[in-house]
């Protein structure tokens, strides 16, 4: 029961965690928006209760201490500011950190004593008076016209804290008139507000009237009434335009869509199921898939028609049930975009550096095996775009650009992959560099360096121990990283391509299968080994004649619809056989070749037999078999129980 319990409490935790990370971002860049500020007051507010029912009481103590400055915004006492928003900040590192200390079996107590203390000085007040009037005046939003502020406190010992509040209401109307109330007159009937509350109030009357009025209530400690310059919509305006361009815009970030009203009809319910039960029925469903190919294999050699139309059938339903588990491991890829937001913020203002992150497509659906491994190569991309790409508010300044860099990250279906792009309006990457570092250190030597294009010199940034940094810093200069980038995607069976432009930015686009399980392949055949090739990467298969195929500095090519590709044999590529052996096979016959295409370049590869079509079941080879990566993507089991290699297009 206990291990539900915290199972429920990760997921949650995850959730409110992530709510505070895109609500204070949004607060940053609207510190008077009151609506934000209830937002991350409930987060916390939720979070808090959770922490303190599973007995994790330091991270119930943080993050009521956290409230407390929250509340205080929320009252008007707090105007916030870059600092606010950094120590808030502070506070939910040092939260994920304690979840993260609960996951590994311990109970969240990591040292936060500095962050407490930041928040009490906060609570008392070491920020100059007029930020707090600036907090009030700006609180007035579309209430301009309220010439005083009161703000009540009750005793602790009321009974009835409710009622003594709506009495002071009263009073106060009888005065004049009542702009505002923070929390809401709604919120105040309820009961759900702390001992304390504020009033804004339109009055010709004295602040020593006001506040006996408030007095003449009983169980009232105290009435702070403070007398406002009655401001034009227009000053408002103005005074928060000056307030948020003192607040660092490093991010654009989306705002959460609103409910639609307080009865908005819930079309979607939906349970939550762990994943591994999801995996389960998935591998079932993979072996139903296998003795299905078996079942048709045995129905072709007897040639009974009515089994075989059934078959069919039975492979109709088999999609559909596949089309379904897939949906249901499919998750919008936001749950991995949200992350960095916070942390472009975080960089930038680490390096001195003022960068725009747009974000788009956060809502495209990935298979959740994918979201799981394709984080921390993002991390890398976007850390090495901070800090390589984008360069200097001096430095962009001097090149004519704007002094807001500008990284954009999308996402988007194409075909049978989704997209994952990231381009920055940076320095670009600077070839000559990149050469002279890969010569350097042994990746290639003069001679092949020379023969390189563009795009393979970009890609050799992606080689295991290279940087062009020159300085070793905590972002880069260590040589790890973007070769990190390219083995997580390579086994995920995607791939990365780079091109860039020196003075203007860079692009990496990562291409993905949407399923990872289940694939529709090409099978073939050597003179001794059948192999399955991905069906994406094949554009056609031809027959061509043996004179077709010549050679060119040592490579065998082809001239294929006017353009010079190079041809591969399977068979000596594995080596079954020599050239010569292979060549000799097709002696007056036409040669079966498929024309492949991958991330860089299209090539002919040339085979003994097509087989046909098949729907396969992609399965690891394991770390055993890492070796094999470059040629293997996976393997499969067949009908007739053989074990067949799938083909990786990129590395053949």
Known sequence: MQTDLLSIFFEESEEHLQALNENVLILEQKPGDMEVVGEIFRSAHTFKGMSASMGFTEMADLTHKMENVLDEIRHGNIAVNANII????????????MVADVQQGGMGNIHVASTKQKLEALLHGDQPAEQAENA?????????????????????????????????????????????TVPTVEEIEADTFDFEFTVYLKTERSEEEIQQAVLHVSEIEKAEVKKLEVLSSVKIE?????????????????????????????????????????ERLMNMFEESVIERGRIDELAESIQNKELIEHLNRLGDI??????????????PIETVFNRFPRMVRMLAKELGKKIDLQITGEDTEVDKIVIDEIGDPLVHIIRNAIDHGIETVDVRRNAGKSETGTIKLEAFHSGNHVVIQISDNGSGIHKGRVLKKAIQNGVVTE???????DREVYELILAPGFSTAEVVSDLSGRGVGLDVVKHTINSLGGHVIIESEEGKGST????????LSIIQSMLVQTNETRYALPLGNIVEAVRIRKEDI?????????????????????SVIFGEKTLEEALATYEGQMVPVLIVRNSRRSYGLVVNTIIGQREIVLKSLGDFFADSVTYFS??????????????NPEGL
């Open 447 to 453: 001679a092949e360096a020379n023969k390189l294009t």
């Open 508 to 515: 990496f686009r990562i291409e993905l299968p949407l399923t």
């Open 318 to 331: 088999s999609k559909d049930i596949q089309n379904v588990l897939l949906n249901m491991r499919m998750v």
């Open 550 to 570: 010549q050679t060119l500095q040592g490579k065998d090519i082809l001239n294929y619809r006017d353009q010079v590709i190079e041809v591969k044999h399977l």
């Open 634 to 647: 996976g393997a499969t089991i067949l009908g007739d129980g053989r074990v067949v290699l799938i083909l």
């Open 238 to 278: 103005e005074k928060q335009t000056v307030q948020e361009r003192e607040l660092p815009q490093q991010t654009s970030v989306k705002e959460p869509a609103k409910a639609k009203g307080k009865n908005a009809k819930v079309e979607n319910r939906s349970i939550r199921v762990q994943l591994d039960k999801i």
């Open 86 to 97: 950094d120590v808030i900040f502070e506070c939910i590192d040092n939260l994920e950190k």
């Open 136 to 180: 009030i005046e700006q609180n007035l939003d579309d209430n301009a016209s309220a010439s005083h502020v009161v703000h009540i406190s009750i005793q602790q010992q009321a009974m009835l804290k409710a009622v003594r509040a709506i009495m002071c209401i009263e009073a106060l109307q009888s005065l004049g008139k009542i702009e505002k």
